[in-house]
């Protein structure tokens, strides 16, 4: 095992770690402050640790400090630049089916052409009374007057009429959904939509003219929002042909751009909101990647017209389908990773790494992505809303310090990138509520908050698989082990359920809202193993059978219904929580979702291994070729012969002197293919440090 603390990555940075009992930071000021002030905010503040401070707060965070320190193979590494270029880091994903997603058209089908409407304007120039009395029933006196003079004025055709109105603020979701149905029930002619409410905890519905309704009647059919409002969003609409369905698919083809910013972009050309997207789950930035989006009721001509106008983004492989994708709905990922500048004592010394990679795996730790290394160490803010920690020690004035542009709530929400959801729904809240701080926290949307929480699980979960590997090694299973079981144990094992992240099924629209599961990454869908796995403790009889290999071996994320290792492993997570202040098995405040007893828990293996691996190495001379044809290169850059036949403009690449390594794999879709980059290079995978080797 010695040869295993000789390979470790780096040792711990030597920061002032945060004390569990400190209060000195709160979460809210973790969520809004940069990152570098994480460290010095959760750091003791004293002015006799002021230098040791501004050290701290230039570092940034290291594969040791969320607990990824250990290697499967003893063989030495070698020097390769990750993602030097966007082309050389290449995602696809594979589908439920084992297919793996491709961009090859961005031609929009030929549709069988829809009957016309022709029932909505006798709709509108009907008697409403006995419409009107019911949703006085259901609505009360304001909304029913409301919506009557709206109705006439639509009818009139008046110049000044309003082009929608907005009900009552409820808060109760069940109210608001029967609402919605009432007019997609009784008044077609209208649509429906939800928007904030006057209160953090409250929304409104609001109410227009169907667009597709009747042609150009009415300004509310043609006139677009007033600035500054949300956006309408049209999913709650009934016009929409019959013989299509609900769903258009299609595959998103990405550079340089995360999924929500692609999304988004998309979603702002086509005037709907974020929620109208679904997806399987999100993919790397610094990459060209492939998957499938599903969006409502939106035309597949509509979308390839975008193509023209966006750059680094196309859309293609367009399909109408009944049900849109939700997170987790994925096999895994095909990679294609190329890795440059390679220096090693020899050829042979990357031959015999990658066959061992192709071999033997390696340590499936959740990668660096998974703690915000962009952007926020995301498990430090988790542990302190584990702990209840989410009242400001202060006022909002060192938010207002952070964001120097002003020194109010409305010119920092001005001065912040559409993509800081977390950030503008605090301070929005704080601006209707103030002081209401743990209602500002919940003003997050549900899933990013929990992101943090999930982070905390995943931090103990590699200090765990660490700590299994250093004292069991990398190549058996040992008493108090925990495996997934096979058929002739299944009757002792404990069964739990794997995934862990709630669909997100809009009950109003039908919809899931991505626009809260935008801000995951795949390791959030622990469910590729299967909807409900069974575990069990490996015992002597296990041992003496031999039924059971080292790729069999799972650690548990914390959680209500898990169970841990009979071995030295579970003090490990308890050790740790209880240096964090955070309990594993009671609550320490009142509030559910910031609780690891209210989370269900998953499981993981502890070893991944790649699928269809292969590997190839490359010279190359200059580093602005591109070694690999991506999705991107396969649309632009085709031509049609007059036979109809696809010719690629293949780059034309003369031998060089340097040395790149080609490598392909298939990972489930809770893995990070950095992890097994790092098994290979024997180094970090942060972006601070491959920058360097630039």
Excluded at 213 to 227: A, H, L, Q, T, V
Aim: hydrophobic share 35%; charged share 25%.
């Amino acid at each position: 095992m010695s040869l295993l603390t000789q390979y470790a990555a780096f040792p711990a940075r030597q920061l002032i770690k945060p004390k569990p009992s400190s209060r000195n930071c709160n979460t809210l000021q973790l969520l809004l402050l940069k990152p570098y002030y994480y460290y010095c905010y959760c750091f003791n503040q004293s002015q006799s640790q002021s230098q040791s401070q501004s050290a701290a707060m230039k570092a940034p965070l290291e594969e040791s400090d969320v607990g990824i320190s250990c290697y499967i193979s003893p063989l030495p590494g070698f020097r390769g630049i990750l993602k030097q270029r966007y082309s050389d880091f290449v995602v696809n994903e594979v589908d439920l089916d084992g297919n793996v997603v491709h961009l090859t058209s961005l031609e929009a089908p030929t549709e069988i052409a829809e009957e016309p409407e022709t029932k909505m304007t006798g709709q509108l120039n009907g008697d409403h009374g006995a419409e009107i009395e019911s949703f006085r029933a259901l609505a009360g006196d304001v909304d029913a007057n409301s919506l009557k003079e709206f109705i006439d004025k639509i009818r009139s055709d008046v110049e000044d009429g309003a082009t929608s109105i907005v009900l009552s603020p409820s808060s109760d979701k069940v109210h608001r959904t029967a609402v919605h149905n009432f007019f997609k029930e009784r008044l077609k002619f209208l649509v429906t939509d939800t928007i904030d409410g006057p209160e953090p905890s409250s929304k409104c519905i609001r109410v227009r003219l169907n667009s597709g309704s009747n042609n150009d009647r009415g300004r509310g059919s043609k006139k677009r929002k007033g600035r500054g409002d949300a956006p309408y969003d049209s999913r709650g609409s009934d016009h929409w042909p019959s013989h299509l369905g609900k769903f258009l698919r299609f595959h998103l083809c990405k550079e340089n751009k995360d999924t929500q910013e692609a999304l988004g972009l998309i979603g702002k050309m086509l005037g709907i909101q974020p929620r109208s997207f679904g997806f399987s789950g999100t993919k790397d930035k610094r990459a060209v990647t492939t998957q499938q989006v599903t969006v409502f009721k939106q035309r597949a001509n509509k979308l390839a017209s975008l193509n023209k106008r966006l750059i680094g983004i196309k859309v293609g492989n367009f399909c109408y389908v009944n049900q849109g994708l939700l997170l987790g709905q994925l096999h895994g990922n095909r990679f294609t990773v190329t890795l440059r500048g390679v220096v090693a004592d020899s050829e042979d010394t990357v031959k015999a790494a990658a066959d061992a990679l192709g071999k033997h795996g390696f340590i499936n730790y959740f990668g660096m992505q998974r703690f915000g290394t962009g952007s926020v160490p995301t498990h430090l803010i988790g542990a302190k809303l584990l702990r209840g920690e989410w009242k400001v020690a202060d006022d909002i004035r060192r938010i207002r310090e952070y964001y120097k542009e002003s020194e109010d709530i409305d010119g920092t929400l001005r001065q912040l990138p559409r993509y800081m959801v977390a950030e503008k729904a605090i301070l929005q809240s704080l601006k209707k509520s103030p002081g209401n701080y743990l209602q500002a926290l919940k003003a997050v949307p549900r899933t990013l908050r929990m992101m943090y929480v999930h982070s905390y699980q995943s931090y103990l979960w590699n200090h765990a698989a660490s700590t299994r590997v250093q004292k069991y090694g990398t190549n058996q299973v040992v008493l108090g082990d925990l495996v997934y079981c096979n058929e002739e144990s299944c009757n002792e094992a404990k069964q739990v359920e794997v995934k862990q992240v709630d669909d997100l099924d809009d009950e109003e629209t039908g919809c899931n809202d991505s626009s809260e599961n935008n801000h995951l990454d795949e390791a959030d869908a622990l469910a590729s193993e299967g909807s409900c796995t069974s575990v069990k403790v490996v015992n002597d009889e296990d041992l003496a059978s031999g039924r059971y290999t080292y790729t069999d071996v799972v650690l548990p994320l914390p959680g209500s219904r898990v169970i841990y290792p009979q071995n030295d492993i579970e003090q490990c997570y308890q050790d740790l929580a209880k240096k964090d202040g955070v309990s594993l098995t009671e609550s320490m405040h009142n509030v559910k979702e910031f609780s690891l007893t209210s989370m269900t828990g998953a499981y993981r293996r502890v070893f991944g291994k790649a699928k269809d691996f292969e590997w190839e190495l490359i010279k190359y001379g200059d580093v602005s070729i591109p070694l690999t044809m991506t999705d991107l290169d396969m649309v632009t850059k085709a031509n049609k012969t007059p036979n109809g036949e696809t010719v690629l403009k293949e780059e034309e690449e003369t031998l060089g002197e340097q040395l790149a390594l080609k490598l392909s794999f298939t990972l489930a879709a809770s893995c990070y293919a950095t992890m097994a980059i790092r098994e290979l290079l024997k180094t970090s995978t942060s972006v601070a440090f491959h920058k360097t080797l630039n």
